[in-house]
């Protein structure tokens, strides 16, 4: 980093020095020289590389010392008698179904929440609702079945919205990509982003066809 500011100065200094040549340099059709971009862009790449590494081994560093405390409390709990490892096993099963409910409820309000619409053309936008309502059956094939498991309670609140979830994937959302889609091409907004869309619409790509859909509709507002 230090280095990457030295050369950030040189070049400074540099134009600064050949301010005062530019018009013979144009005069002779002499291109400013770039003596610092390609460092940069060098070094940024290890930068890059440096912070990749050290977020991969302080995951493998934390890993590590979750699964030693982990073996600790077990071989701690071996010393204890029955009751209390029985205490200790339904303590954690009651705080992963609270965890799984709490997380279920939350995706069943994320399901039914009003998509958030563009100001202007008071259209969806639509990427996001796809991952949303995608995430939500992805937990489809875990709670198909009523069960005793420690996910039931989480599962019973979700149960009930995943046929209208994939219907509303398969059906409803690529309805409203199309209807935003010609809504904005009468509008006069979203240039090819809209004949990328509707090309990967055709194609089956829903969520490919929502993120241009939504980049050609927040286009239309200015953000």
């Known amino acids: 980093m230090k280095l990457s500011a030295k050369i950030t ?3 400074i200094t540099s134009q600064e020095a050949l301010a005062p040549h530019a018009d013979f340099m144009t005069t002779h059709g002499t291109a400013n020289p770039d003596m610092a971009s390609s460092a940069q862009r060098s070094i940024h790449a290890m930068l890059g590389y440096v912070d990749r590494r050290i977020a ?4 493998a560093a934390m890993s590590l010392l979750f699964g030693i405390t982990m073996r600790r409390q077990a071989l701690s709990l071996l010393d204890e008698s029955q009751d209390v490892r029985a205490q200790v096993a339904e303590a954690k099963i009651a705080k992963a179904e609270a965890t799984f409910q709490e997380s279920a409820e939350a995706q069943v309000l994320a399901f039914e929440k ?8 008071s259209l969806p936008y639509l990427a996001k609702r796809y ?3 995608t995430a939500f059956l992805q937990m489809r094939p875990l709670c198909e079945l009523p069960s005793s498991s420690w996910r039931e309670a989480g599962c019973a609140a979700m149960r009930p919205h995943f046929k ?4 509303y994937r398969a059906t409803t959302l690529p309805g409203l990509v199309q209807t935003g889609l010609s809504t904005m091409k009468a509008q006069g907004v979203g240039g090819a982003l809209l004949d990328a869309a509707a090309a990967k619409l055709a194609a089956g790509d ?3 066809a929502a993120v241009l859909h939504d980049a050609a ?5 200015g953000t």
Not at 114 to 121: D, E, I, R
Request: proline share 3%; aromatic share 4%.
């Open 206 to 208: 829903v969520k490919g």
């Open 164 to 167: 209208a979830a994939a219907t």
């Open 9 to 11: 100065q040189f070049e």
């Open 56 to 59: 991969r081994s302080d995951r």
């Open 131 to 133: 991952d949303d309502v």
């Open 217 to 221: 509709l927040r286009g239309a507002e």
């Open 114 to 121: 009003v998509t958030p619409q563009n100001g202007n053309l």
